[in-house]
């Protein structure tokens, strides 16, 4: 986990927390397969993220631009990776075996 950490910015660590109750909550939810939580939350990191880059990055030209939406996708899955990676040691920690 500690090299996901050092990929993720300090400011986005709070999105995988978010994340992952929003993970909770879903799996709590008879409507959503668990098998679809996962690229809900990468979708719903992407779009935190994106908002965090448009707020942070000045989009000058189509380079920043570029850059911008390169660093959402990536800063919104690795958060997403992050969250579900932390809800799979919960899981493995609270095994009886």
């Known amino acids: 986990m500690e090299e ?10 709070v999105v995988a927390i978010v994340l992952y ?3 909770g909550e879903l799996k709590k939810s008879e409507r959503i397969k668990d098998k679809y939580i996962p690229l809900i939350l990468g979708a719903i990191g992407i779009v935190f993220a994106s908002v965090w880059v448009v707020a942070t990055l000045p989009l ?3 380079q920043d631009i570029a850059m911008a939406v390169f660093v959402a996708v990536v800063q919104g899955i690795l958060v997403a990776g992050l969250s579900t ?3 799979q040691i919960i899981k493995q920690l609270n095994k009886e075996n």
């Open 4 to 13: 996901i950490v050092h990929y993720v910015k300090p400011e986005l660590l």
């Open 21 to 23: 109750f929003i993970g």
């Open 60 to 62: 000058k030209n189509l």
């Open 85 to 87: 990676y932390v809800n």
